[in-house]
């Protein structure tokens, strides 16, 4: 090994934190202590003069350190030719430059055009799609403001009276926010760190049939910094006992469950549900020859501390022809068997009815007159009279020492009642001797196969959002499962409201964040029909009555407004006016040559530029900071902040 390279690893080896259980210098935890200038490091660094030779340049007596050296050597396989990353057990994810996601400090921003999230049909290979979604990586030494909190504006309250304008946020109030969801949640850090119960997210699931002009096509390395870039802000918002669930399918899951091991732990990335969403049907059958169809997506579940799952059952839809003995006895006398209020004489009673009253269930059938089509119904009203025989060792013996025996009798058992039957099979290795009721087990515990969700419905809310809408039950068993009455539900890609509307039905207050125009407008509508009395989705089953309320509001635009007429324009002559008040008023990348781009776009008709790349030019030479007003500029003049709007914005963040 070079010298350096020895001086340099022993060095490191100093500082418990990048040191393996097994001696070896974890290559990793070294990186990201070096992004994040750590103090400890640099100290050991500058504690050997040959290091600090080479790590530091002195300038005005003072030592500038350049991490990016550092960061090059320890990535050199020579040096650490055997190290680990800081997550020994775990796959690495590197992005085209080889440098591991986990550690990289890019953001990706998203600008939609036409939503590319929620309207395609991710069951149909051969969907053709015209939607356009820009995006842009920006490098760590280009954000300055970026994360900053943002201005909020047009603030407006919605109830069963209607809607008004409002001043003052409420702390219990439900929450509907306009704009980009990762300046969003970073704008809600302020007030909301560390209270978010639950978080639900339909994610952008990056199939090839989205047909997306994506930068560096978007796939894998790009797509997942993006969700890193989210996932990041969502631990600081999520409560010590909080739970975060990510919806997506096969073209995604296995890496974003490898990221999300990094930034989670393995240990507490805890369930990967599987459930189904479509059925054997339509397009996707069209290439059975090639592959199995898909009917299914997943939902990763991420914690960060110590959960409690509260438990949640599905009723079940067939009857079990195992059950097929019927105890036609009074309600009345079951139901005190079941609660332990009888006495002895009516056990006594019990088992002298019960030599004619365990029929078969196709004799109950003929008994009350049950035609075919009703048979069903008549054994779920009656689920707890129908039994199945069972085997059970204990049980067998307690029925050996009996010496008054019958062939159906009701017998104390571990300070219980249970009923039996003693002509059991006696050279059966495990006899059938006690009876177990369907109503014991009509509801059987949620686990991580879920097929019982209807994704067949035309509308849920008052509101359409073909293939894309996901159904209310979907998010009634994960609400369920992982929250409490007034708990805070996020949901950073809120689309046709589905999450705040399944919270409000079920007590829970809820946050929602949505980019597009016309989803906004449809999360509206749904919410308030919910307010109104909704009676879709899951309405019957909480006996929702209407009520509530939420506040809507806007992350105030500043170059979001540019980006907006630039994908609203369909001429390039209406990009080059942009261009012309851009450079007059935008807020321009340093980076960008405004001299050369006037050059290249002098003559627009002759340009080479096709439309989309025009547009695309013209939103990646923004400055991307400048995108929403932020809240430490909201007495700057020059954004024209409004009264209304500074009050409102000061409430939200608690500003004295």
């Not at 059952?313 to 009074?330: A, G, I, M, S, V």
Request: with cysteine; charged share 30%; aromatic share 10%.
């Amino acid at each position: 090994m070079n010298k350096t390279f020895e001086t340099l690893e022993n060095l490191l080896k100093k500082d418990e934190r990048f040191v393996s259980q097994d001696g070896k210098v974890m290559r990793n935890a070294v990186y990201e202590a070096s992004n994040k200038m750590d103090e400890k490091l640099l100290s050991l660094l500058m504690s050997d003069e040959k290091i600090k030779e080479i790590f530091f340049k002195k300038v005005n007596d003072v030592y500038v350190y350049d991490k990016q050296k550092l960061n090059f050597v320890i990535n050199n396989r020579q040096m650490l030719p055997n190290s680990y990353t800081r997550y020994k057990q775990d796959i690495g994810l590197v992005n085209s430059k080889d440098d591991y996601i986990s550690a990289t400090n890019d953001v990706v921003l998203s600008f939609p055009f036409k939503d590319c999230v929620l309207e395609f049909d991710s069951t149909d290979p051969d969907q053709k799609r015209e939607e356009v979604f820009y995006n842009e990586i920006l490098a760590h030494d280009e954000i300055d403001h970026l994360f900053s909190p943002k201005v909020l504006s047009n603030a407006k309250s919605v109830n069963k009276a209607g809607e008004k304008d409002i001043a003052t946020f409420s702390e219990d109030s439900n929450l509907l926010i306009k704009g980009n969801n990762l300046l969003a949640m970073y704008s809600l850090l302020p007030k909301y760190k560390g209270k978010i119960k639950l978080m639900y997210w339909d994610i952008l699931y990056n199939t090839d049939s989205d047909h997306v002009p994506y930068a560096d096509s978007f796939k894998h390395s790009s797509w997942l910094v993006m969700m890193k870039n989210r996932l990041e802000v969502a631990k600081q918002l999520l409560r010590n006992d909080g739970v975060i669930c990510l919806q997506c399918d096969d073209n995604e899951m296995a890496y974003l469950k490898v990221l999300c091991d990094e930034l989670f732990g393995r240990e507490n990335v805890f369930n990967c549900i599987c459930v189904k969403m479509s059925d054997a049907s339509g397009p996707k059958m069209a290439h059975i020859n090639k592959k199995f169809p898909k009917l299914k997506e997943y939902i990763i579940m991420c914690k960060i501390g110590d959960i409690n799952i509260n438990k949640v059952t599905e009723k079940k839809t067939k009857w079990d022809d195992e059950y097929r003995n019927f105890f036609d006895l009074p309600d009345e006398l079951l139901l005190k068997i079941k609660n332990r209020n009888i006495t002895e004489n009516e056990v006594k009673e019990v088992n002298d009815k019960l030599q004619d009253s365990v029929i078969s269930l196709e004799e109950a059938f003929q008994k009350n007159s049950i035609k075919n089509d009703d048979k069903l119904n008549f054994c779920i009203a009656n689920a707890h009279k129908i039994a199945r025989s069972s085997n059970s060792v204990t049980v067998q013996r307690e029925v050996e020492k009996l010496e008054n025996v019958q062939d159906n009798m009701l017998i104390k058992y571990n300070d219980n009642y249970i009923f039996v039957k003693t002509n059991y099979d006696k050279t059966a290795k495990t006899p059938r001797v006690q009876y177990v009721f369907a109503s014991d087990t009509m509801n059987v515990p949620l686990c991580d196969l879920w097929t019982e969700i209807n994704t067949s419905f035309n509308s849920e809310g008052g509101v359409v959002l073909k293939n894309g809408q996901k159904p209310e039950k979907l998010l009634y068993y994960i609400i369920s499962a992982l929250s409490n009455i007034n708990d805070i539900v996020l949901d950073a890609y809120f689309g046709t409201g589905t999450t705040g509307a399944v919270a409000m039905k079920m007590g829970r207050r809820f946050i929602g964040i949505e980019q597009l125009d016309s989803h906004v407008e449809l999360a509206k509508t749904r919410l308030k029909n919910v307010i109104d009395g909704d009676e879709t989705g899951i309405s019957k089953v909480v006996d929702w009555k209407g009520g509530g309320s939420f506040v809507y509001c806007e992350l105030k635009k500043l170059n979001e407004n540019y980006i907006e007429s630039i994908k609203q324009a369909n001429t390039k002559e209406e990009l080059n006016i942009i261009w012309n008040k851009m450079g007059e008023t935008g807020f321009i990348s340093c980076f960008a040559n405004k001299n050369k781009i006037d050059e290249i776009l002098q003559d627009v008709d002759n340009s080479e530029l096709d439309l989309d790349s025009f547009k695309k030019l013209l939103i990646e030479i923004l400055d991307k900071n400048q995108l929403y007003v932020n809240h430490e500029d909201i007495q700057d003049v020059d954004f024209k902040v409004s009264d209304e709007d500074k009050k409102f914005t000061e409430s939200f963040y608690n500003v004295k």
